[in-house]
């Protein structure tokens, strides 16, 4: 019977629920030391998503070669989105047609609405895989800052 997803034992740690009953044997992939280039064909949208989504879950430890492809997923899809409301934004959401012949005219939605709308489905479903949602981005605890020593201590 499937049951809910099995959370990375890395995330687990994050949340601090890492008790050794609920760990379990995980293959570790190793991190990226570089965080490659975003693909070419991206928009200016989704170069700026991948860059930032990469450099954020590279700090976490959570970024490595495997899941990778998640994130270019994650970051084209909403790179598309975006694309699209910009586009829907001068266009409307609702066009008209005129038929010459009978005089006709009717009001229909907007083919990219329907786009836009399946590119941030796709894109929420990357995000889900990836613990980037806002549900799950909150039941991450942030790692704590090293304190800074004072040099001079008579002070």
């Not at 760990?23 to 992939?29: C, G, H, K, Y």
């Not at 010459?100 to 990219?112: A, Q």
Request: with cysteine; proline share 6%; net charge positive.
């Amino acid at each position: 019977m499937p049951g809910r997803n099995a959370t990375p034992n890395k995330i687990k740690e994050l949340k601090g629920t890492n008790q050794p009953s609920r760990m379990r044997e995980e293959v570790d992939f190793g991190k990226i030391v570089k965080i490659p280039s975003p693909p070419r064909y991206f928009n200016k949208y989704s170069k700026k998503l991948y860059r930032t989504t990469c450099e954020r879950l590279n700090l976490l430890g959570l970024l490595s070669d495997v899941n990778l492809p998640v994130v270019v997923g994650y970051a084209s899809m909403m790179g598309k989105y975006w694309e699209a409301e910009e586009q829907l934004a001068e266009d409307g959401r609702i066009l008209t047609s005129h038929n010459i012949k009978t005089g006709e005219t009717k009001s229909y939605r907007n083919p990219l609405d329907k786009m836009a709308t399946e590119y941030l489905d796709r894109a929420r479903q990357y995000a889900v895989e990836l613990g980037i949602t806002p549900a799950s981005n909150s039941k991450v605890k942030a790692p704590e800052k090293q304190k800074k020593r004072k040099l001079n201590s008579y002070n």
